[in-house]
């Protein structure tokens, strides 16, 4: 295999994982208080310079990816170890990282609570294509970069594949279209050099174009798994990728309000920003982003991030689209240097690339979460008490509560002997009444 080609599947991962720890420390924010506090990211922030002390328990750690890499990670992984997708081995990797009542969300950092109930619902037993809620986010997405990586060469995969990774947390007909059009995105860039000022109505053509058959697909192959959808929904996302074309070389902040007004139309809530949650709004936005600036890596990063919003699965979206055009040898050594965990996933990234499970360089994927989630939760601790503030009462949610800080260390043997007894034990367990 070419190594450009390699160099590109390795920066879509990559390209993820940056944009994703980029955005992390700001996401929620509005793009004034993000210029408020930073004049403009650029780099990997410490999200206290805009916390006041009583919200410090909503800090992150500079340069540490959140959720959206976690769950790439996990499809990574069920990919090469199974050779393709096998949904329900993927979907139960995915839900693993949720075990462990240390942490709030398990091992999981900055998970939405739909993702958690989707993960839970899968450890207590449910069907991988009827776990998902009826939720329009962009949360599969901006995950599904390594199965567009895997399937590229076979067109035919991509789309459907992508589509059965998104139930695994989304029923909802564009959540489900969403992912398949980000990941048809990166299978498109993968084949790319570049992608010319002039040719950028025509790349967003052809990707509403694929995104269009793909809504089809979806409705014939996955319909019956999906909550109620109307004749809207099946063609919302093609159209607006139509749409896009038409003004992908106009002035960017028109694009980006016309972007958050049309994606108004089908979300239940109004949208301002096209930085929101939702998929008609974000992976549009993140689309734009990537090809507006298809000139450059960084740029489309930093615009994506300074945005706001969801800046991190926004970020996790346009970095993994504009890496596989760039490549791995296109992401700025600044930003990779403060990667955190640069080494496993890079070592996981070119794993991918070349489709081959490097077993003695790959930790496990649970053990290795779980250190970089301990440590983070540890520090934030240390600043919580440094300013006299306790976790937030969150009534609206108790199956969530918040995590209790414990002074016990991982002692992985243990662990492992523990799971070895649970499993010995698991045919004896009374039935669930």
Known sequence: MAADIIDAKTGAVMGLAAGDALGAPVEGSRPGAIKSAFRRVCDFVDPADMLADEKIYKWRKPGLYTDETQQ???????????????PEKAAARLADLSRGAEFRHG??????????????????????????????SNGAAARVAPVAVYFHGNPGAVADNAAKSALFTHRNFVGVAAAAAVARAVSLLLDMDELEPRDRPAFVSQLAALCAE????????????????????????SSTLYGLAE?????????????????SRRSRVSI??????????????AVFL???????????????????????????MTGAMSGALHGFSSIPERWLKGLANRKQLTARAQ?????????????????????????????????????????PDNKSAPAFSEP?????????????????????WAPFAPADE
């Open 214 to 237: 793909d809504e089809e697909m979806i409705a014939d192959r996955h319909g019956a798994h999906l909550f109620d959808f109307d004749a809207e929904a099946r063609t919302f996302l």
């Open 404 to 424: 209790t800080p414990t002074d016990e260390k991982f002692d992985r043997k243990k662990f492992r002997r523990e799971q070895s007894r649970l499993k010995r």
């Open 272 to 285: 301002s920003r096209p930085s929101a949650p939702a998929a008609a709004a974000s992976v549009v936005f």
């Open 290 to 316: 990537a090809v507006r600036h298809s000139d450059s890596f960084e740029d489309a990063l930093v615009e994506a991030v300074n945005a706001g919003g969801d800046s991190d699965a926004v970020g996790a």
């Open 351 to 391: 794993a991918l690339a070349s489709g081959k499970w490097m077993k003695s360089k790959l930790e496990d994927l649970y053990e290795l979460e779980y250190g970089l989630t301990r440590r983070e939760h540890e520090e934030r601790l240390a600043r919580m008490r440094k300013a006299g503030v306790e976790f």
């Open 72 to 86: 790439a990670l996990a499809l990574l992984d069920s990919l090469l170890l199974d050779k393709g997708l096998n």
């Open 247 to 263: 003004r992908v070389d106009g002035p960017p902040a028109e694009t980006a309000d016309w972007i958050a007004a049309n994606a």
């Open 107 to 136: 091992v999981y950092r900055g998970a939405s609570g739909a993702l958690m109930k989707s993960a839970t619902a899968l450890r207590q037993g449910a069907d991988w294509s009827l776990s998902g809620l009826d939720t329009d």
